[in-house]
């Protein structure tokens, strides 16, 4: 499309039944590298508890989508009974290749963050929504004009997130990994995969010592289906369960890893290391060519030990954030 006057005709309005193959496909024209599937955008935005026709702003011409921009507020609270009632989050947006440079993405997300304050939200964060969050945040490397059209909009980094990556083709459980394994074996440590008993353990652990979407994430995904051996606990000697790491839990990925903790008091044991090592190895056995995952702190504890066990950095994504003025 090459008419100048695109953009000036496109209005902006909800989101209606019959947008949805037009919105997935002018998705996929826009953002190449990050392709999506109808039935990824069924599961992460229409059957998202939270979700609101209205707040999925559309950018139409005619009878051609040509942008959206999504804005979301919790209906449902993650957990217990609070539903952030000033905060609101912008997942995604997109404008077409063919009608950018005209003020198109611009007008979307001043759009979005519109019906975001409409609804009494004053802080608003790209694109850290959870629970169904399509990426961590912005990658500036790959959307440079998104990095600047946000910057102008005032949305400010809050903290960078890394995407990582490990080859498995040849992965062969380390030795030294091994030795420690045994070696904590033999102090009474049990690494196993979770009976259904322990999973009442498993999800308190991951929601009250780490994250409330992590408990979400695992309860969701054993009630769709996902085997238990995806999954590899540990337990002291005292039978208190210590942590847990896995694969599968996203989206029924098997090459994604994660979720991935264990209790703070007993890091600098080995037991994360044995942890991560005990599933890649479950990983290579069922075929994967590779484990991945969205989200880590590069200078974190859990950055440290995915690069000394041959994790490298493929992505990094700024957490961004705009406050309204008061």
């Known amino acids: 499309m090459s008419d100048r006057t695109t953009a000036s005709r496109a209005g902006i309005r909800g989101f209606r039944v019959g947008d949805g ?26 059957l998202d508890a939270n979700f609101d026709p209205e707040g999925l702003r559309v950018a139409v011409d005619g009878d051609r989508v040509v942008g959206a921009a ?12 609070d539903l952030e009632p000033e905060q609101g ?38 694109s850290s929504y959870t629970p169904n969050y399509v990426l961590p945040g912005l990658d500036a490397a790959a959307y440079p004009e998104a990095a600047r059209l946000l910057d102008s909009l005032d949305f400010r980094t809050l903290y960078e997130a890394a995407a990582m990556d490990r080859g498995l083709v040849g992965y062969r459980l380390p030795d030294d990994v091994a030795r420690r394994s045994e070696e904590l074996t033999a102090q009474g440590y049990r690494f196993t995969t979770p009976s259904d008993d322990d999973l009442v353990d498993l999800v308190a652990l991951a929601g009250n010592h780490f994250n409330p979407d992590w408990a979400r994430a695992i309860r969701e995904c054993l009630a769709a289906g996902t085997p238990l051996d995806r999954i590899v606990v540990v337990r002291e000697p005292s039978g208190r369960l210590a942590g847990w790491a896995m694969h599968g839990a996203y989206e029924s990925v098997d090459e994604r890893f994660g979720p991935f903790g264990v209790l703070e008091e007993t890091r600098g044991t080995g037991l994360g290391k044995v942890l991560l090592h005990l599933v890649l190895e479950r990983m290579r056995a069922r075929g994967a060519h590779s484990a991945w995952f969205l989200w880590t702190g590069e200078r974190s504890a859990a950055g440290h030990l995915y690069r000394k066990s041959g994790f490298t950095t493929t992505r990094k994504f700024r957490v961004l954030r705009r406050e309204a003025v008061r």
């Open 21 to 46: 193959p037009q919105v997935v496909r002018a998705w996929r024209r826009s953002a190449p590298a990050d392709p999506i599937t109808p039935d990824r955008f069924r599961s992460l935005v229409l």
């Open 70 to 81: 999504y804005a979301v507020r919790r209906l449902t609270p993650v957990t217990g009974t």
């Open 89 to 126: 989050w912008i997942p995604f947006f997109f404008v077409d290749p063919a009608v950018r440079g005209r003020g198109l993405g611009r007008r979307l997300l001043t759009d979005a963050l519109d019906w975001l304050h409409g609804h009494g939200r004053t802080r608003v964060d790209f």
